[in-house]
């Protein structure tokens, strides 16, 4: 089982920036794939963005793409999501999660880190507040 503690979160205006983190520990790292999930009031929870921590490869949803930058400190076991040019509509609990990438059959495979359905272990969320 991973251990993802995220931080971060807060209150900015529209337009603004803000940076979240995620810490993880309980598996190697550098064989994870960690994502971003957000909750608006009212909403189902999304994906919206991720990260293959053996690879760099990333995921950038269509409603992030150009704002949002994810990438991973593999030395310090920890995920980094950028968000500037933050939206009203960003405003939503983010959470962290993750799942081991790696294909237990096929050490050789990679999982995408989109395949949303795979994430397992979860970080407490942190409220991202964004004000017009």
């Known amino acids: 089982e991973v251990q993802l503690q995220a931080s971060g979160g807060g209150w900015v205006q529209a337009g603004g920036s803000l940076r979240l983190s995620c810490a993880a520990s309980?598996?190697?790292?550098?064989?994870?794939?960690i994502g971003w999930f957000r909750q608006a009031p009212g909403k189902e929870r999304e994906g919206v963005i991720c990260?293959?921590?053996?690879?760099?490869?990333?995921y950038y949803s269509d409603s992030v793409r150009g704002r949002f930058t994810i990438s991973s400190d593999n030395a310090k076991n920890t995920v980094y999501l950028q968000m500037n040019s933050l939206k009203p509509e960003d405003t939503a609990v983010y959470y962290c999660?993750?799942?081991?990438?790696?294909?237990?059959?096929?050490?050789?495979?990679?999982?995408?880190?989109?395949?949303?359905?795979?994430?397992?272990?979860w970080g407490q969320g942190t409220q991202v507040t964004v004000s017009s």
């Open positions: 990260i293959s921590t053996s690879d760099g490869s990333a």
């Open positions: 999660a993750s799942f081991p990438a790696r294909d237990p059959t096929d050490y050789r495979r990679i999982y995408y880190c989109n395949d949303w359905t795979r994430y397992d272990d």
């Open positions: 309980g598996h190697t790292f550098d064989d994870l794939a």
